[in-house]
């Protein structure tokens, strides 16, 4: 984990559960690697590819949570390294800008599942520790379609620091009718 300008570059205590993060987002990095550790894994936090590659050779972790685009490239340079260093490694793609085809270029990279940021602990502790099931259970209560995409509008609409028509042109919709939605209150989950 990081403290202050000193990195910790290697792993003490259990290599079993070794785990490297690798992201630019110091706040969602330092968040992350606590959790991590109160969860049992031994956690080294950096927030480069030279970084991430350099603690992948010499100590190939067992586990990785690498975030697709860094400032200095990208994610997909650490997966290999990491494979190339310890084939068994589990690792999980982090990256705030889903689609199919990220999706698809990080598990024939190595990676073993693919997570949206803002991704939490549990979520990443769930992917790395998966027993190997190729979906999750489904959820108990799960949301409907209807607030599936008020949440996705809302999203987009922070995103766009609250600006409709910016918002209305990233979603390919009429201003006003976002506008109706948004004056609506949300849909029932």
């Not at 992350?32 to 550790?37: D, I, K, S, Y």
């Not at 698809?104 to 979520?123: E, M, N, R, T």
Request: glycine share 6%; net charge neutral; with cysteine.
């Amino acid at each position: 984990m990081l403290s202050g300008d000193a990195v910790k570059l290697t792993f003490t205590g259990d290599v079993t559960r070794s785990l490297l993060i690798v992201d630019d987002d110091a706040p969602f990095r330092t968040r992350l690697a606590r959790a991590m550790e109160k969860r049992g894994f031994n956690v080294v936090a950096v927030d480069s590819i030279q970084l991430g590659i350099e603690v992948a050779q010499e100590s190939a972790p067992a586990f990785a949570v690498v975030d697709l685009r860094l400032g200095d490239g990208n994610g997909l340079d650490v997966v290999s390294a990491l494979r190339d260093a310890r084939p068994d490694a589990r690792i999980v793609m982090l990256t705030g800008y889903g689609n199919i085809a990220t999706a698809v270029a990080a598990v024939k990279a190595g990676a073993v599942d693919y997570l949206p940021k803002p991704a939490d602990a549990d979520a990443v502790e769930s992917a790395l520790l998966a027993d190997g099931r190729p979906l999750p259970q489904p959820p108990e209560n799960p949301m409907s379609a209807d607030r599936v995409r008020w949440e996705h509008i809302q999203r987009v609409f922070e995103q766009c620091d609250r600006n409709v028509s910016e918002t209305a042109r990233r979603l390919k919709m009429h201003r006003r009718t976002l506008q109706r939605i948004l004056n609506k209150h949300a849909p029932r989950a």
